[in-house]
């Protein structure tokens, strides 16, 4: 076993002594509360490559990181020798734009990826949390989505090429950088939301979508989940079609609209519709129709969101944050016509557990992510609460044909409640693409479903 | 070899005595798929009714450990259905029910071996269908388009199979049966629902599939254009695309092309055209009517000879006629044709269709060219005679040589045929050793035994790879000889 300077000194090898953090200045990197022997930060595929081979000869446990917006997710690692840190390769690799294609090293902010998109009207289809922070890799290799999977779909139909590094230090690539191949596996699926446990993400091609020419949003309250849920039924099996239709309760639509300076009532649901095309009349048309399929609101609370106010509402709902000190994020997938009662459940345990809680979902894609917060409950309550809001939840998706996975709490909170909560049924078909691909058990250790 | 009687008495207990064949006149339906070129007889065909039924045969092959193929529609073009001389082969047209309709959370769950387009005929009373809709929709099963990741022309706005399958049961070489994903998004652990469509049937046999149904646009408007050359029809392509618009599709096929579409069903595509164009946008109404003029005005930038816009949906689906017919019609100008599927970034469209025109000249041999153009998907046809000496393998030489060419500008073997058998020689231009590597630790996940669809996808240089047709071989020597057999781009 290397000694800790033995092992700063080897990597400095690699990729230079300035791009290598050890002591307590590594410490920063902790993840649930473990703090890394060392942080590294390679400059390129190579290096990423020779670093895993030297780890995987080592035996040295790795945590992949971009730019730590998602350390929270997933269950306690199980050491911590070495955070690997992409930020430093942030290139785009190459983009043709009337391909409608482009290929990004995995540390690149999206942020950054979309600006240069931008110039020639063109995006990637992903607004997940932390839209400003968050890394390519980092997207893909936790399946981050936002508001508008509803209109562009999530990562795996969106990615056309990827490019890993394995636990041994090989490099291979999966797909081709056309939008339409089947030669050979499609490889790309098993890496996005594998959390980096098969390999590390180092390159990611995707497809491309011209931006709307212009988007529109409808916004109203609602009394009752139930009329909320009604209209959201209506509107998705209407022709209309929205780029995100969007739930919230009572805390979460208040916080997201007063940020983008929309008054608010005292009290109810709010839906929010966005609708994206090419010419004004054509968008208003459909804005028409949702409001007709909107029984039961008042016209005069009815928002329509343009411009800056528009723009400055959906990043509010996409970096929706809540916490007054503690705070879980949780996230259940379940059956469009089940997301109602997942909204009414939520709040009925949260108040049971004396927590408090916002409430933001993709309606029209079945997602539902729960902020819990500490409310009137005290900090050693806390966990506790979660844990138990988190079982009655999970139940719940499960019976509702879905999942439900913890995307950000305290270690206090995943020493009590799985994070991912796979039945014992599915572990063993997922320990093997695990066994076959990092048999060494190097890669982010623990922290997947099943503890892989 | 296999105690062929003993193994058909045990496996008429589990199928029925109805459901196993072995006469060899039987048989013979069974030796090709849509790849005639190979031809393979299986041992025994079976033809199971249910999850279970399938689970039981498979535990016979692996307790046997009988290579075992699975086989839809047998419509694929690529040999991956092709039976293993000496094995098993499972059939699983019988398997062909609609389960579920749930419209409320826009899902269907049906049986492999259900015909592609019976299910968007049983949602369309209630104004739903399904999108992936390969020209072979017909007759070809959604078991099979999940095995190949089947495409079709509505792929640029909607996207291929994969899009559209958000679980399976399917039932492993050992014979378990397992679900993979769900009726829901983001199911828990690795996305083994994504690495298993497009496995070529080389990981398990589909029992049950859970498709995404979606709501007919409210409305579709096509348009074709009429163009005296290849090049400002490519053009029009990127062009319509740098607009900001996504066509549900565009496709294109040549002169070769329109004048076997013309003599087989009479479309109405101008016979002395050098190329048209089929451009389709859907969508809510005044969103498609705000679509079309800007298609118009880039056509016409790009010298279009005529614009004609489909004035109702007699006059869509003639326009639509020709191109599904395509295939079926080259018979009114060659005897036999040779498709490759390879892909190509749009912007090289040009280049491409220059090279192939080229290869035609040096080889003397008429190609119709009819292909997805919106996302680089190339069908050249080759057409060719078997009668005359040589020519078939002149047409697989050609092929050869335009499947290169595509792999050297960036593109891809294969964007919706597959591997299967006829290109497996193919992989090491487009993958290293590594990425081949990888591609097999997935195999080893499903199929440790290599009992499932042996011999398909992976070249034979590859370890635990059977040798196949020897003929193929000598081809790609021949084509590819001056880069060493090909090495990896």
Redesign the interface.
């Known amino acids: 076993m290397l000694s800790d300077e033995g092992l700063v000194q080897r990597l400095s090898d690699f990729v230079g002594p300035e791009h290598v953090t050890a002591g307590p200045a590594a410490s920063a990197y902790a993840v649930d509360g473990r703090a890394p022997r060392t942080v590294v930060f390679p400059g390129s595929a190579e290096e990423t490559s020779a670093l895993m081979a030297f780890a995987s000869a080592e035996g040295l446990k790795v945590l992949p990181r971009g730019s730590g917006t998602k350390m929270a997710l997933g269950g306690i690692p199980e050491r911590v020798d070495l955070v690997l840190v992409l930020s430093r390769l942030n290139g785009v690799v190459d983009y043709e734009p009337a391909d409608m294609t482009a290929s990004f090293q995995a540390g690149i902010l999206l942020k950054d990826a979309q600006s240069v998109l931008g110039r020639n009207r063109q995006l990637i289809g992903l607004d997940p949390p932390y839209v400003d922070l968050a890394t390519l890799g980092g997207i893909l290799a936790t399946n981050s989505s936002g508001p508008r999977r509803l209109r562009y779909g999530a990562s795996r139909d969106l990615v056309i090429a990827i490019r890993v590094v394995h636990a041994d230090g090989r490099v291979t690539k999966g797909g081709a950088k056309v939008v339409k191949n089947v030669t050979g596996y499609d490889m790309n699926k098993l890496y996005i939301g594998s959390l980096g446990t098969l390999a590390i993400i180092v390159e990611a091609t995707l497809r491309l979508h011209p931006v709307p020419a212009l988007e529109r949003t409808f916004l109203a309250p609602f009394r009752t989940i139930d009329v909320a849920s009604g209209a959201v039924a209506r509107i998705l099996d209407s022709p209309v079609v929205p780029s995100a239709v969007e739930l919230f309760n009572h805390t979460a639509s208040r916080q997201v609209a007063g940020q983008a300076g929309v008054p608010w009532p005292e009290e109810g649901y709010g839906l929010a519709v966005a609708i994206g095309g090419v010419r004004r009349e054509a968008v208003d048309a459909q804005i028409e129709t949702v409001r007709r399929l909107c029984r039961g609101v008042e016209s005069s609370e009815v928002h329509m969101l343009d411009g800056h106010v528009h723009d400055a509402f959906w990043r509010a709902t996409r970096d929706f944050t809540a916490g007054d000190g503690l705070r879980s994020v949780l996230k259940a997938s379940v059956l469009l016509t089940r997301v109602g009662e997942a909204v009414r459940l939520g709040e009925e345990v949260a108040a049971q557990q004396g927590l408090g809680l916002g409430v933001v979902s993709e309606a029209g894609s079945g997602i539902v992510r729960y902020y819990l917060t500490g409310g009137s409950a005290s900090p050693e309550r806390f966990p506790q609460g979660v844990a138990e809001a988190v079982n009655r939840l999970r139940a719940f998706a499960r019976e509702a044909e879905g999942n439900l996975v913890i995307l950000e709490a305290p270690p206090e909170v995943k020493k009590r409640v799985d994070v991912w909560g796979l039945t014992e049924k599915a572990l063993p078909l997922m320990q093997r693409p695990k066994a076959e691909f990092d048999p060494q058990r190097i890669l982010n250790p623990g922290r997947f479903v099943g503890g892989l | 070899m296999i105690d062929k009687e003993r193994i058909a008495k045990e496996l008429a207990g589990v199928v029925g005595t109805d459901g196993v064949v072995i006469d060899p006149g039987e048989l013979r339906v069974y030796e090709t798929d849509g790849l005639t070129v190979f031809k393979a007889m299986p041992e025994i065909v079976v033809l199971p009714r249910s999850a279970e039924q399938v689970a039981g045969v498979v535990k016979v092959c692996h307790r046997e450990k009988i290579p075992f193929v699975a086989r839809g529609a047998g419509t694929g073009l690529s040999g991956g259905a092709l039976p293993v001389e000496g094995g098993m082969l499972v059939g699983l047209n019988r398997m062909n029910r609609i389960l579920e309709i749930d ?4 899902r269907a769950t049906v049986e492999p071996g259900l015909v592609n387009v019976w299910l968007t005929n049983a949602l369309a009373p209630q104004g739903y269908y399904y999108s992936p809709d390969p020209a072979s929709q017909t007759a070809c099963s959604i078991g099979g388009n999940v095995g ?2 089947s ?1 079709g022309p509505r ?2 706005k909607y ?2 199979t ?2 559209h399958v958000l679980g399976l049961e399917v039932v492993l070489p050992d014979g378990e049966i ?1 679900r ?1 994903g ?14 298993f ?3 070529e049937g080389t990981f398990g046999i589909v029992t049950k599939v859970i498709v995404r149904i979606m ?1 007919k ?2 409305a579709v408007k096509t348009l074709m254009g009429v163009f005296e050359s290849i090049e400002d029809a490519s053009n029009s392509v ?1 062009g319509v ?2 607009r ?3 066509p549900v599709a565009i496709e294109m096929m040549d002169n070769n092309s329109i004048r076997a579409v013309e003599k087989g069903v009479g479309a109405g595509y101008p016979t002395d055209a050098v190329a048209v164009l089929l451009v389709e946008v859907d ?5 498609v ?3 079309v003029d ?1 298609i118009i005005e880039v056509l016409k930038e790009n010298r279009v000879r005529e614009v004609r816009v489909a004035r109702d949906e007699t006059e869509r689906l003639l326009l639509w006629k020709g191109r599904k017919a395509a295939f079926a019609a080259m018979g009114q100008i060659s005897p036999e044709y040779y498709v490759q599927d390879s ?5 090289r469209l040009p280049a491409i269709m220059g090279f192939i025109g080229e290869l035609s000249q040096r080889y003397g041999l008429r190609v119709a060219n009819v292909f ?1 153009a919106g ?3 190339l069908h050249p046809l080759i057409l060719y005679d078997s009668r005359n000496e040589g020519e078939l393998q002149r047409a697989e030489e050609m092929g050869a040589e335009i499947i290169k060419a595509c792999i050297e500008m ?10 299967g058998l006829e ?1 497996r020689e193919f ?1 090491p231009l ?3 050793d ?6 097999q ?5 499903f199929d440790p035994d290599g009992l499932l669809n042996p011999g398909k ?1 992976f070249p034979t240089a590859r370890p635990g790879v059977e040798v196949g047709p020897a003929g193929q071989r000598e081809i790609l020597k021949k084509v590819l000889g001056a880069h060493g057999g090909g090495h990896a781009v």
């Open positions: 419209y409320e959370n826009q190949e990741n495409g792929t640029p996207g291929v994969t899009n397992v993979l769900a009726k829901t998004l983001d199911p828990l652990g690795y996305d083994l629902t994504g690495v469509v497009g496995s709501r646009p409210e990127s695309v740098a900001g618009i996504i969508g809510p109404k005044d969103e009517e705000a679509l800007p892909v190509i970034p749009r912007t997805h996302d680089g998907n960036g593109g891809s073997l294969t964007g919706e045929h597959g591997i290109k992989m487009m993958y290293t590594d990425d081949l590597g990888a591609m630790k997935v195999k080893k996940v996808i």
